[in-house]
Nanobody
Framework: QVQLVESGGGLVQAGGSLRLSCAAS????????MGWFRQAPGKEREFVAT????????YYADSVKGRFSISRDNAKNTVYLQMNSLKYEDTAVYYC?????????????????WGQGTQVTVSS
């Protein structure tokens, strides 16, 4: 069983930056693919970014490419999402997810564990 705890959300002006963190429990963190998803009010949860276990291959949604960066520190069992040039439409609850099979991609169904989410609000 893996527990995920997100932090770092908050209120920021458009054009600003935030860094989200997701701390994971468990011994096999380095082998898990980790993803970030988000859900805005009235909308479905959408993929943001993912990073594979072991080799660390990264993949981003087109809407955040060039602005967001996902990284991981396996020694700290933590994955990060650096968000720059934030836009009003980035406002959402951001969720961290882990894939025990090291599957990294857009489909939320392939992730086994989820955090409780952290709110990001971007003011225009």
């Amino acid at each position: 069983q893996v527990q995920l705890v997100e932090s770092g959300g908050g209120l920021v002006q458009a054009g600003g930056s935030l860094r989200l963190s997701c701390a994971a429990s468990g011994r096999s963190f380095s082998t898990y693919a980790m993803g970030w998803f988000r859900q805005a009010p009235g909308k479905e949860r959408e993929f943001v970014a993912t990073i594979a276990g072991r080799v660390g291959t990264r993949y981003y949604a087109d809407s955040v490419k060039g602005r967001f960066s996902i990284s991981r520190d396996n020694a700290k069992n933590t994955v990060y999402l650096q968000m720059n040039s934030l836009k009003y439409e980035d406002t959402a609850v951001y969720y961290c997810a882990a894939s025990g099979s090291n599957w990294y991609g857009e489909s939320a169904d392939r992730y086994d564990y989820w955090g409780q989410g952290t709110q990001v609000t971007v003011s225009s």
